[in-house]
């Protein structure tokens, strides 16, 4: 027998039971880590694995009008499917599907036999009832059609960009779509079963069933009988003057509820892809920002009135068609001035000096306050995307000449949500809104109301006697001023127009291109509707908003009192049927006669007289021209035998 | 009988057959459902691996009353035999998961490299015992064994079964280590030996192989393939918790679980009896283990001595291996675990082991006895040592 030698064995024999002892500990470590380090992350991914979920998706919420019109609902869409166990020819198969839905041979062969139970194909979602059908027909085996869900939008284009719309997973992508996403998309349901890696049931873990929860209906302030009348008029303005663009904002001054909203262009959301993303990106009345011309002269009216610098029936103000301030001279948009006037005429008139003198009066801190406290310079706050904040100048940096000109519209940007805000606060007493569209949510089984919004007031910014006072000079404004084309019979329609002036590319201002607005409300002794509409750059007309924008306005607030089923009014102020609406007339020739002469030639045309004399001298425009009936006719009266003509310098193009 | 008796160590005894009973149980809760899948009777494993385990302690019990020292003049014999197998697994053996590593004789399918950790154990006991005297001469007494030892290898990393060809490797270190040669002469041989598996390495390795590597250390990147073993084993592993779900409970089993029954078959245990059942097992392992080398370390023979030793470190280093690749520290390379996996010749392989290592116990009591009754005032341990200094030439 060979005995054990060797002292160094031994020594070695103990190292190896050491390191036995050492090597099991590590095991046992390393055991009791994974158990209960990682253990309870590791039971997560476990139920993970098993459970095999059969998702039920829910029903997204619609969106209704205020009076329950369905302006988004969904829609079965058919949608392939393939069990690739089941094909019997997968190239075959893949080929036909590629060609009928328009997709690589090779990726559909991919797709068709992948180890899988079943497969969606991406491009076959959705799709059309031709092609599902066109599939059927086919009859190949392990091809089936599904239903799927998709949204549609029963008006079209209409309210397009406020409703906005969803992508192919039913998730909203832009508008009250993406704004509400989160309530209208409601929660997946699912069942869950544990399984074995084969997929078959296992006995002793119960499933657990998960019901979807339906996104809820939601109910907007838009009233689609305006929204149908905003639209039309659109529509109708674009044919007529095809401009660069248009937008229309319909609001509830009691309360800051839209009532509708509107832009050109427009989209069909189900339709999306097939226009210029600008085109649905860009909501217009809260994304457009630019000068708003004469309607900011609301905001300095409503200044100088709350601090009781004016009276507009007792002072007055004289304008020669310009005013000098700090070395620049400012004309007014008409040649020569208005003359003479009360305040009241100033306003009706839009007479450019005249709110210059106000503004001057006010100072650039009372005026720049008043601007803020109406909200401009920053959002609304709408429960819309995209809105924007607009540009007012930097308080230190307005020196005399940005004051002058920011008091009436020029010089400051704003958004069309900012202006109707604004004026809406003027005429309802005072009190800021915070617009929004979501009114109502409400529960799509039982019509249970689960939400209502509430009006928000941001801000008083002016008293309700100065309110009343605004009331009253802005429908004077319709009915006998430069608004008159809103005029609406029994409604006492009040309001402003306003013709802004686009910076080019050059940063000049461009000619012949400007955004003519108006912005209305009615009845005046309790306005229950503003109207703001805005045309870029109309074609083929004198771009005045008196002309072009102030009578769309009047027919859509005609229109909407009407459905809204507003009482007329009887103590309203009479049209001043100097101007009435008619077709254009030619300027006759007036040189030569006296005074007395004038009044069977003047039917239909209002006339300004400048100078003294009993003969006329002159006129402007001159005979044969064809203006607008209403339109003034300047006369220049002297000695019968003077014929000098006097020279007119353009004015301002702000009217 | 009874004097008899009394010379074996029941621990060593008790302990394997516990082991291996505990391993048919735990080989039916993992198997009986991936059976049903093959479409076999949910008793097919079972029933396979305890005919398997009534052959094994057949030739347990022999080998406990079997001299151990006879197996050194077996040894051109058991060598033979085991080239012969090796050679023939790779011309008629049967190829599985991607390795021709299993002969079939009659109705019996067994693994040559499992029998070839066991008999390189014995060949290494008898010549490094026998070369105990010269034992620091490099060229006469340690390489001689190590040619033989690298031919072995050589023929089962040509199957290839790279698992088994690394346990080989480690068991014939942990025995050429124990057996007391130079440090320097050992570290040259570590040296050689890992350049030799560097080399043989980059010639094998392909991005298969390697994937191994990625799935053991990051085997959430790639939770479909590579990572896939060790994530299920990881969640079998975690849902345990301390006490398990109860015997037969699992649901990693059920598919989740590649090789539930074999390499993986502790995730199962861990998953159904938890961190307790899991310390129990290697609980046992260890007694196996430690006692081994406690044995190998009163062992009077040098051949007896080495070879408790080299079946200590099979039985440590396969528990190593596995349990390492189960709870991610090792990468997965296909290693049953001793006792519990199914797997026919493993269990026949460690039955054999064990016998011999109780008879080898037998013999070193017996021994021991015999020394202590002539001198009683000593321990056994004590005596072992002082024997040892005396004995040097």
Known sequence: MKRVSNVTMRKRLVTVFFLGIFIFATISVRLGYVQFVIGD??????????????????????????????????????????????????????????????????????????????????????????????????????????????????????????????????????????????????????????????????????????????????????????????????????????????LAIAVDPDTGGVLAMSSRPNFDPEDYQSVDPDVYNRNLPIWKTYEPGSTFKIITLAAALEESIVDLHEDEFTDNGAIEVGGATLHCWKSGGHGHQTFLEVVQNSCNPGFVSLGQELGKEKLFSYIDNFGFGNKTGIDLQGEANGILFNLDQVGPVELATTSFGQGVSVTPIQQVMAVSAAVNGGYL??????????????????????????????????????????????????????????????????????????????????????????????????????????????????????????????????????????DGLEKDYKWPDQPLVEVPDLIGLSKNDLQKYLINLSIESNGTGDYIVDQMPKAGVKIEQGEEVRIYLGDKNNKDKREEENGAENE | MKTKLKFFDFTLLITPLLLAAFGVVM????????????????????????????????????????????????????????????????????????????????????QPAEFVKLGLIMYLASIYSKKQTYINDFTKAVLPPLIMTGGLLGLVVMQPDIGTAAIIFLIACSVIFSSGIKFRHLFSLVAVGIGIIGLAATKMLNAERLSRFTGAYQPFSAPESDGYQLIQSYIAIGTGGLMGNGLGQGVQKLGYLTEAYTDFIMAVVAEELGFIGVMVVIGLLATIVLRGIYISRLCQDSFGSLLALGISSMVGIQTFINLGAITGLLPITGVPLPFISYGGSSLLVLMISMGILNNIAYHTKKQGQVVSANNPSSNVEYKDLNQGRTWQR
């Open chain 1, 41 to 246: 992350e590791l039971l997560e991914r476990a139920k993970a694995s098993w459970s095999r979920d059969i998702t039920f998706e829910p029903e997204r919420g619609k969106i209704l009008d205020k009076n329950g019109e369905v302006l988004a609902e969904n829609v079965s869409a058919p949608t392939v499917m393939v069990v690739p166990r089941q094909i019997k020819e997968p190239q075959k198969v893949a080929e036909s599907l590629a060609e009928i839905l328009d997709m690589p041979v090779d990726e559909a062969y991919k797709k068709i036999t992948q180890q899988e139970i079943n497969v969606r194909l991406k491009e076959g979602r959705k799709i059309s009832e031709e092609k599902a059908e066109l599939i059927q027909t086919l009859g190949m085996d392990g091809v089936y059609i599904a239903e799927d869900s998709k949204r549609h939008y029963p008006n079209g284009d209409y309210l397009s960009h406020v409703l906005g719309f969803s992508g192919i997973d039913n998730q909203g992508l832009m508008g009250l779509e993406l704004y509400y996403d989160e309530k209208l998309k409601g929660e997946k349901g699912s069942l869950s079963y544990f399984s074995d890696a084969k997929g078959k049931r296992m006995p002793d873990m119960a499933d657990v069933y998960d019901p979807p929860v339906d996104g809820n209906n939601l109910k907007l302030t838009i009233d689609s009988r305006v929204q149908t009348i905003i639209e039309r008029e659109l529509d109708l303005a674009e044919s007529k003057y095809n401009p660069d663009g248009a």
């Open chain 1, 433 to 570: 809104y915070e617009p929004y569209v979501a009114d109502e949510w409400v529960n799509p089984i039982t019509n249970e109301v689960l939400e209502k919004a509430e009006p928000k007031v941001k801000d008083r910014v002016i008293s309700e006697d100065t309110s009343a006072e605004i009331r009253e000079a802005l429908e004077s404004v319709v009915a006998k001023g430069t608004g008159r084309g809103a005029y609406v019979e029994g409604y006492r329609v009040g309001g402003k127009t306003g013709t802004a002036q686009k910076v080019g590319e050059d940063g000049k201002y461009m000619s012949n291109n400007h955004i003519v607005s108006f912005i209305g409300f009615a009845p005046a002794d309790d306005p229950e509707i503003v109207v703001y509409l805005a045309i870029d750059n109309p074609k083929n007309t004198i771009q005045f908003g008196g002309v072009v924008a102030a009578p769309i306005v009047g027919n859509i607030i005609g229109d909407s009192l009407r459905a809204l089923g507003v009482e007329p009014r009887e």
């Open chain 2, 27 to 110: 080989i039916y809760s993992a198997s009986m459902v991936i059976a049903v899948i093959d479409e076999k009777e949910p008793t097919h494993y079972l029933f396979k691996q305890m005919q398997w385990f009534t052959l094994g302690f057949m030739l347990f019990i022999f080998c406990s009353f079997f001299n151990y020292r006879f197996y050194q003049k077996l040894m051109k014999l058991i060598i033979m035999g085991l080239v012969i197998m090796l050679v023939l697994v790779l011309f008629i053996g049967v190829e599985l998961n991607g390795a021709r590593s299993w002969l079939y004789i009659g109705p019996f399918s067994l």
